[in-house]
């Protein structure tokens, strides 16, 4: 099943931004948005976003995300050490009748 | 707080069977569909199966259809799936995974080995 589109990779230096894409279709983000993940390594995902700009309350306000189209996009401000790791992107396809992944996105903080 | 915690994994030859189970405790069951998603070592996220709250409206990726039952007893704040002819492909960490419009809360994993 098709997944969603994300760079394989985004790095920037400490206190810069980083912003990664995730690419989808009219079944998809552009009707449903999307949801943001985050993943250390060796831990199960985190949610950062839901339905594309909302965001719970645990997640760092340096954190913000957006949709234009059937393209969603998370930005990270004032980058952390802690930040790197694994960015996904998901929503629900109403063609597919299920979920679809982005492909992850690792982030390197230089 | 919601908890999710998986159990169930182990090493399984291949065409073998297995049973998952994930225990919810922190929010109401019944409120919310449900889904099993998987990552496979060193590889991204896979939706694997959704359940509704109604124990009856279940959605499959295709890799799996025919071959795992997604099911839950809203009683017992469990959610299950039910594996066979398994294949090496199928390996991974299942992770479980509360649907609220988008998978919001995650369980720790439980790892599937398929090999002989």
């Known amino acids: 099943q098709a997944g969603l589109t994300q760079p394989p990779s985004v790095s920037n230096g400490l206190r810069q931004t980083a912003t990664i894409t995730c690419t989808g279709n009219s079944n998809n983000v552009g009707n449903q948005g999307a949801a943001w993940l985050q993943q250390h390594q060796g831990h199960p995902p985190k949610l950062l976003f839901y339905?594309?700009?909302n965001r719970p309350s645990w997640v760092s306000e340096r954190f913000s995300a957006s949709r234009s189209g059937d393209t969603a996009s998370l930005t990270i401000t004032g980058l952390q050490p802690e930040d790197e790791a694994d960015y996904y992107c998901?929503?629900?396809?109403?063609?597919?009748?299920?979920?679809?992944f982005g492909g992850g996105t690792k982030l390197t903080v230089l | 707080e919601v908890q999710l915690v998986e159990s169930g994994g182990a090493l399984v030859q291949p065409g073998g069977s297995l049973r998952l189970s994930c225990t919810a405790s922190g929010f109401t069951f019944t409120d919310c569909w449900m889904t099993w998603v998987r990552q496979a070592p060193g590889k991204g996220l896979e939706w694997v199966a959704t359940?509704?709250?109604?124990?009856?409206?279940?959605f499959y990726v295709d890799s799996v259809k025919g071959r795992f039952t997604i099911s839950r007893d809203n009683a017992k704040n469990s959610l299950y799936l039910q594996m066979n002819s398994l294949r090496a492909e199928d390996t991974a960490v299942y992770y479980c995974v509360r649907d609220w419009g988008a998978p919001d809360y995650w369980g720790q994993g439980t790892l599937v080995t398929v090999s002989s």
């Open positions: 359940i509704k709250q109604d124990e009856i409206g279940t």
């Open positions: 998901s929503t629900w396809d109403n063609s597919l009748d299920g979920w679809v």
């Open positions: 339905r594309s700009t």
